[in-house]
């Protein structure tokens, strides 16, 4: 039992949730003014759009697998960056003009509503949060390993019966302030982690870890390739690199490009499937409704864009120094099974290795803190979507605002469900490389759609539902094929990412299903409302 | 001599009917002005957080009316004088106390919902800030019975607030002048300028994996991860470029 680091974890938990439930008090009765909130509040949002961002997924899972890979890992953590651009040059303006940000609400504002529209609006939206949990669920469940010692089916039930609870009684109020310490929190643990790391063993300059990391053989390879780790007892790290180098003399160092992305389609499939994600995430999208202005709407994505950039950029430097420092430790893990805590733990080993148990205790704290506010945000996504979208609009559309809060509470405990057992199923994967299966089918369910909405006066209706359920069928068919080792699929090789496939067919869906209907709804007030010029 | 004025914070609820009432009545035997103030609260909160919260409030606040318009109306019909103001703010107390400053009132009523235990831990009491922070004497009332509510309530039955979200209603603009064509050139622009290195790099490390793998200005960087590192910088002036053309084209269009 690790008292200093639980406690640590304890505390930043704790914090995290109680400025949360203060926050509202603040927002509400403190006597410093703001002009409607706005000298902040792109600030503010920034940060609140960082912290729903940066989950389990970059913190836990980026170096992770930087750490056990090297730099051909590295497309995550510029693919998440990526993303934030495509939304902030097509769609985060319009968006925050027209005041909806999902699919449903859109095609329903252009065109008539439709039960077609909202029904398969709702269940792109609930699969791909719902899949964005499952990631998360693993993350804490590796935490819960190495902090406690759990099993890990035993922690991913704690903490998934924990976080849904947390949700349901009434973490569902105070979301905004819970993104934007978490944000911090997470910047500044990252940040502290590569600094002492730097310092302690790096001679103060991270070009270091660059140079040393040149000779490594990642660790995930090394462990595949050399039989006995136990000879390692009692060598230092650096020895054990120099030993595995000299048996495995000329195979890939974590440096060199291209070393684990088997070919190109791969490559391109991942990279697509990044960059054109974050634009259809439905739990990012969303999170644009408290931006104030449309304005507000791009100086706040250009925060997040400095926010998560810097970010990710320590994040390779820390990923490349834990695959140096912790070289034995992860061969190790690999070769004892431990394939979750050897993919996803780098950081807070890490943590452990240059601060002991107080940095271990801010890694973890800040990868729960981090966690707990993305399920939070994707669950509530998840009930907003189902209630607001779909039972007020078919099943009630008179139901009391009590029964809608209880409608959503229900469908939040049962896709929490769900993602629970997903996750026991799915617990040794890369925590990163399941998000980035979401962000594959939210490239090709929502951005597709939602692009098409706002920028082209032909789209119709017709359309826009061929244009969703192509991409939902297609990246669903990829993603399982890609998860139960499927080779290939009618012919077609199956990708790391379903997004090289899915998005060209959505698009190309929506494009001829377009040229012979012709309900290309009330376009002209859309466009208006949509692209207007600010006040 | 100038003339007597009331400072009225309402929302529209039940006690702030009860306020809008004992403001009136004060008005009377003072022969003073009624400002109502009525502000809605910008707090960065999303729609199913709003919706909680007014859960958690039915029970305090029971009715939800046009708050200043109520205080309006019901001044109309006592002969009271009530100038409505609405502002949209930050903290509703820093509201009521900057515009208690601005205009320098005898009295300022507000009501006091009766919140109590965790609801009033979490949200605080504006009553009491005010009175914690206000330079000008304050009143604070308590909702005594309905039957001493009873006219107040009837006219604010008759102006409930309306649903939280509603769509901004766009009259008479002209698409031509929007000219979509010219800011999808500039989305697709910005774009560009961010996927050409990003997929460049894919396509580097794919098909000239020697180039990608040659090392540049020492420490084993190679062109790959220096490349890499890059993308970073090139997305931020990418994105703050993108700014600027697209504030120039918002003010272009002003003129």
Redesign the interface.
């Known amino acids: 039992m690790n008292i200093v680091a639980i406690s640590i974890v304890l505390i930043l938990v704790g914090i995290t949730i109680g400025v949360a439930?203060?926050s509202?008090?603040?927002?509400?009765?403190?006597?410093?003014?703001?002009?409607?909130?706005q000298k902040i509040?792109w600030f503010?949002?920034a940060l609140?759009l960082t912290g729903d961002y940066l989950s389990a997924a970059s913190f836990l899972g980026v170096t992770g697998a930087i750490a056990v890979l090297g730099?051909d890992r590295?497309w995550d953590a510029?693919g998440y960056?990526?993303g934030?651009?495509?939304l902030?040059?097509?769609l985060a303006?319009p968006l925050r003009k027209?005041?909806k940000y999902t699919a449903s609400e859109i095609l329903t504002?252009r065109f008539r509503a439709s039960k077609t529209v909202r029904t398969s609006a709702m269940l792109g939206s609930t699969v791909i949060s719902s899949f964005y949990i499952v990631p998360q669920l693993v993350g804490a469940g590796a935490l819960m390993q190495i902090l406690l010692g759990w099993d890990y089916v035993i922690s991913v039930l704690v903490i998934g019966v924990l976080v849904i609870g947390y949700v349901v009684m009434?973490g569902?109020?105070?979301?905004?302030?819970n993104q934007v310490i978490q944000a911090v929190v997470l910047w500044f643990a990252m940040l502290i982690i590569l600094i002492l790391t730097v310092v302690i063993f790096f001679d103060y300059n991270p070009?270091?870890i660059?140079?040393q990391?040149?000779d490594v053989v990642p660790p995930e390879v090394a462990a595949g390739m050399i039989t006995d780790g136990a000879a390692f007892e009692g060598m230092t790290f650096y020895e054990v690199i120099e030993e595995v180098s000299d048996e495995l003399t000329g195979v890939d160092t974590a440096?060199?490009?291209?070393a684990f992305?088997p070919?190109?389609m791969n490559?391109?499939a991942l990279?697509t499937g990044l960059?054109f994600g974050t634009a259809g995430l439905p739990h990012v999208l969303?999170?644009y409704?408290?931006v104030?202005r449309p304005?507000d709407a791009?100086?706040s994505?250009?925060g997040v864009?400095?926010a998560i950039?810097?970010f990710?950029?320590m994040a390779?430097f820390v990923g490349l120094a834990a695959m140096v420092l912790l070289y034995p430790e992860l061969i190790g893990y690999f070769q004892a099974g431990e394939d979750s805590v050897a993919q996803n733990m780098a950081v807070p080993l890490l943590g452990d290795l240059v601060g002991g148990d107080v940095i271990l205790g801010l890694a973890i704290g800040g990868a729960f803190c981090a966690i707990l506010s993305t399920v939070a945000g994707l669950l509530?996504t998840i009930?907003?979507t189902i209630t607001?979208d779909y039972y007020m609009e078919l099943i009630e559309p008179n139901a009391s605002?009590?029964k809608?809060?209880f409608i959503?509470k229900l469908s939040i405990v049962a896709t929490g469900i769900i993602a629970v057992v997903v996750a026991l199923a799915l617990g040794d994967q890369n925590v990163s490389y399941l998000v980035t299966l979401a962000f594959g089918m939210a490239a090709s369910v929502f951005f597709p759609v939602l692009f098409m909405s706002v920028?082209w006066?032909g789209y119709t209706r017709q359309g826009a539902i061929a244009t969703m359920v192509a991409g939902l069928i297609v990246s669903v068919i990829f993603v399982v094929a890609q998860l139960t080792g499927t080779p290939d699929v009618l012919g077609l090789p199956v990708l790391v990412n379903p997004a090289l496939y899915s998005l060209p067919a959505a698009v190309a869906t929506g494009i001829i299903v377009s040229k012979f209907t012709d309900d290309i709804g009330d376009v002209?007030?859309f466009?208006?409302?949509a692209?207007?010029?600010?006040e | 001599m100038t003339e007597k004025k009331i400072l009225l914070a309402t929302d529209g609820s039940k006690p702030a009917l009860m306020a809008t009432k004992k403001a009136i009545e004060e008005a009377k035997v003072m022969d003073a002005v009624v400002h109502a103030l009525t502000i809605e609260e910008k707090a960065p909160m999303t729609l199913l957080e709003k919706k909680q919260e007014n859960i958690a409030e039915e029970r305090y606040l029971e009715i939800k009316s046009r708050g200043s318009e109520v205080a309006k109306e019901y001044g109309d019909r006592e002969g009271v004088e009530v100038v409505e103001k609405k502002v949209e703010s930050g903290p509703v107390v820093a509201a009521i106390l900057e515009y208690a400053e601005e205009i320098d009132p005898d009295l300022i009523v507000v009501g006091n919902s009766g919140r109590s235990g965790w609801e009033k831990v979490r949200l605080g009491s504006v009553a009491e800030g005010i009175v914690k922070k206000a330079d000008h004497p304050v009143l604070v009332t308590r909702v005594k019975n309905d039957d001493y509510l009873k006219d107040i309530l009837e006219i604010a039955r008759e102006m409930p607030l309306p649903p939280i979200e509603e769509l901004e209603e766009i009259i008479d603009i002209d698409l031509e002048e929007l000219e979509i064509k010219k800011q999808l050139g500039l989305a697709f622009g910005t774009l560009l300028a961010f996927l050409l290195p990003f997929f460049g790099l894919a396509a580097v490390v794919s098909w000239a994996p020697d180039i990608a793998a040659t090392n540049i200005i020492g420490y084993e960087m190679n062109v790959a991860l220096f490349w890499i590192l890059l993308i970073f910088p090139i997305g931020w002036v990418t994105a703050i470029l993108f700014n600027q053309y697209a504030k120039k084209y918002d003010k272009a269009k002003e003129t």
């Open positions: 439930w203060y509202r008090r603040w927002t509400r009765t403190t006597s410093e003014f703001y002009v409607a909130g509040s503010q949002n609140a730099i590295t510029i960056f990526g934030y651009i495509v902030l040059a097509l303006v027209v005041g504002t009434g569902m109020r105070a979301t905004t302030y070009m270091n660059i140079q990391a040149s440096l060199t490009p291209g992305a070919d190109w490559l391109f990279a960059v969303k999170r409704y408290t104030d304005k791009r100086t994505t250009i864009l400095f950039g810097s990710y950029i390779i509530i009930g907003t607001h605002e009590k809608e809060v959503a920028w006066k002209d007030r466009m208006a409302l692209h207007r010029k600010e």
